[in-house]
């Protein structure tokens, strides 16, 4: 089993993802970190449309793997699942960004429904770009889909072993 993995858009979740991808080196054959462009030019934020088409290509020979993204990323990976360019086996996402989807005209239901694999979502109390209440809101009825509290008034989610111990639960 492999492991794609998308951080959030802020340049500091390049260290994390990082970090994320060496915590779990044990429990995946191969764990590949996807690289947003803007956080190598410098600009503030990534470009949606040419991140969702990095990330196809990249994928296109992947089989046998799981998604663990956060913020952002849970919206480029649901994207493409709803596109049919992903097809994990699981998905893990922390910090749904439910704000920007909202700001940016993205219905976040109509992805959630287009997911027939598991999902766990672990996502902070009062996360401000989405608190636990509101994705519970989202993905009510989704009998495939896992919420998971955690207590936090940020976006930060450095419960490394709650992550991992979440994706190795999946990747069985």
Known sequence: MNLLILGGNS??????????????????????????????????ALDFDL??????????????????AKSVGSLLSLTLIS????????????GVAIKLAREEGIDIESLFSSISCPVIIIQNDKDPVGGFDEIIRQVK?????EVIETKGNDHSYNDFNLIMNKLKDLSK
């Open 141 to 145: 009825g989704f009998d495939n889909i």
């Open 11 to 44: 340049q500091r979740n390049k260290e994390w993802v990082h970090e994320i991808n060496s915590f779990v080196k044990d429990i995946f054959e191969e764990s590949f970190v996807h690289e947003y462009g803007h956080w190598e030019t410098g600009l503030d």
């Open 83 to 94: 596109r049919g360019s992903l097809n994990p086996r699981f998905c893990v996402f922390a």
């Open 51 to 68: 991140e969702l088409e990095s990330i196809t290509h990249e994928a296109t020979d992947m089989v046998n793997y799981g998604v663990f």
